[in-house]
């Protein structure tokens, strides 16, 4: 395989899946998806798959380790983060006490640390 210069993750996706010798219906099925979704992302109509759908892609292509991370690059959407986030922090002390909310505030800090919240609004 040669070097990547493809700009896109669909150039470099249609390059691979050519020289596999595949058709987007064979990818597709390789891969355990739509082929309609494998059209959709060699077209650009979707630029920024899923993680697990490049890994799936890449696992399907059976492509070099190289040419693996070419493709996870070009999948990235700009500004995404690459890095994981620090480690959870404790709450910053409250500048006055928070009298008879113990619960509530066991509860706020609950979803603060658990991964899969983003976002938590307070008001009152």
Do not use: C, K
């Amino acid at each position: 395989m040669g070097p990547t210069t493809e700009s896109t993750f669909g150039d470099l996706l249609r390059r691979l899946r050519s020289e596999a010798g595949l058709t987007q219906e064979d990818l597709a099925e390789r891969a355990g998806l739509s082929a309609r979704a494998i059209s959709d992302l060699e077209r650009g109509v979707n630029r920024y798959p899923y993680r697990t759908t490049v890994q799936r892609l890449v696992s399907a292509l059976g492509v070099e380790a190289s040419e693996a991370e070419a493709l996870s690059e070009l999948g990235r959407r700009p500004g995404r983060l690459t890095q994981s986030l620090p480690p959870h922090r404790s709450a910053p002390r409250s500048p006055t006490p928070v009298l008879g909310r113990e619960s509530e505030l066991e509860m706020i800090l609950h979803l603060i640390r658990w991964e899969g919240i983003r976002l938590v609004t307070l008001t009152g």
